[in-house]
């Protein structure tokens, strides 16, 4: 499952999604919008997205973490528009056979999502705004 959404993410959903009677573990990483950046204070951030070549990013790491590690389903929650503070920005979850590899797998996912997708990210403050974390 992967998803660029505008309407709120829903944890569960990701959750429900990588249930697995032989996965005897699962991660989940939330990043939400927190108040302050580098010591300003944050009122929202924005995002936008190049959809169709952020989903197919997003399907190239999901499939570098099967071949890294023995995890069997993969959620990824993202995202779009305009969100305040507290609301969730991302959802990941993982589940495989045993804790170590979902972990694992979710933290390469977290990781290289902040790297490679085409995701920007735009942080409104009190007083003006600016794009950041540009990727690729």
């Known amino acids: 499952m992967i998803e660029l959404e505008h309407n709120p993410l829903d944890i569960q959903k990701a959750i429900n999604h990588v249930l697995d009677p032989e996965a005897g573990g699962i991660d989940v990483f939330i990043g939400t919008v927190r108040n302050v ?3 300003k204070k944050v009122v929202a951030l924005d995002f936008e997205a190049y959809e ?11 499939n570098q973490a099967h071949e890294k590690w023995p995890i069997h389903k993969t959620a990824i929650l ?3 528009g305009r969100k305040e503070i507290g609301e969730l920005a991302v959802v990941i979850a993982v589940s495989s056979a045993h804790r170590d590899a979902a972990f694992l797998a979710c933290r390469y996912i977290i990781d290289t999502l902040k ?7 735009k942080e409104i403050f009190e007083d003006g705004e ?3 974390a540009a990727h690729p």
């Open 52 to 62: 169709k070549m952020a989903i197919s990013e997003f399907e190239k790491i999901v």
């Open 130 to 132: 600016v794009w950041v």
């Open 78 to 80: 993202h995202a779009l």
């Open 115 to 121: 790297q490679t997708v085409p995701i920007w990210k």
């Open 37 to 39: 950046t580098k010591g």
